[in-house]
T-cell receptor, first 114, second 112 residues
């Protein structure tokens, strides 16, 4: 079984500032990793995913994340945020070759102030 | 565009009155999921179908049932909604390659 920890429940930041949303996972097997974004009253939308290959993954809306196997982390970053990035962000993990059901973190609320 | 559709977007029901939420997909994915999401929490998996094979999570209340009459449609039935069942209900799909989930916009259920 795997688990996901999103250390920050809320991250306030000013517009055009950089941001990092932290995600750590635990699993006894190799994993797939995902970041999803949820805007108010909407479903979840995939931002990016790590399946294999390069550990630096680029996603939509200028976001990127780096898979660090030794630290079991998959932190999400953006160099310059916009007001429109205000949303809930969920990190998720699923086992390779095992159950395809992802485990979600509790989410981080990104609040971008003008 | 291929997508996951949920109807209605908002549903109001009375305490104890059965309600059905629907989900349809044009992606032709094998797997369909139902999640319950309460405010400021992660989505909680209720059950999923792999084709017609139904998989119930151990802690899903008996009050919740699901039907998948064909590949495109999946329904969530709440037999006797309680106040604690008020939440956002999310439908998602996955192709058999078991990677990305595709979510619908959700149905927000209010129980009066």
């Amino acid at each position: 079984a795997q688990s996901v920890t999103q250390l920050d429940s809320q991250v306030p930041v000013f517009e055009e500032a950089p941001v990092e949303l932290r995600c750590n996972y635990s699993s006894s097997v190799s994993v797939y990793l995902f970041w999803y974004v949820q805007y108010p009253n909407q479903g979840l939308q995939l931002l990016l995913k790590y399946l294999s290959g390069s550990t630096l993954v680029k996603g939509i809306n200028g976001f990127e994340a780096e898979f660090n196997k030794s630290q079991t982390s998959f932190h999400l970053r953006k160099p310059s945020v916009h007001i429109s990035d205000t949303a809930e962000y969920f990190c998720a993990v699923s086992d390779r070759g095992g159950s395809y059901i992802p485990t979600f973190g509790r989410g981080t609320s990104l609040i971008v102030h003008p | 565009d291929a997508m996951v559709i949920q109807n209605p977007r908002y549903q109001v029901t009375q305490f104890g009155k059965p309600v059905t939420l629907s989900c349809s997909q044009t992606l032709n994915h094998n797997v369909m999921y139902w999640y319950q999401q309460k405010s400021s929490q992660a989505p909680k998996l209720l059950f999923h179908y792999y084709d017609k094979d139904f998989n119930n999570e151990a802690d899903t209340p008996d009050n919740f049932q699901s039907r998948r009459p064909n590949t495109s449609f999946c329904f969530l039935d709440i037999r006797s909604p309680g106040l604690g069942d008020a939440a956002m209900y999310l439908c998602a799909t996955t192709p058999s390659e078991r990677q990305t989930q595709y979510f619908g916009p959700g149905t927000r259920l209010l129980v009066l």
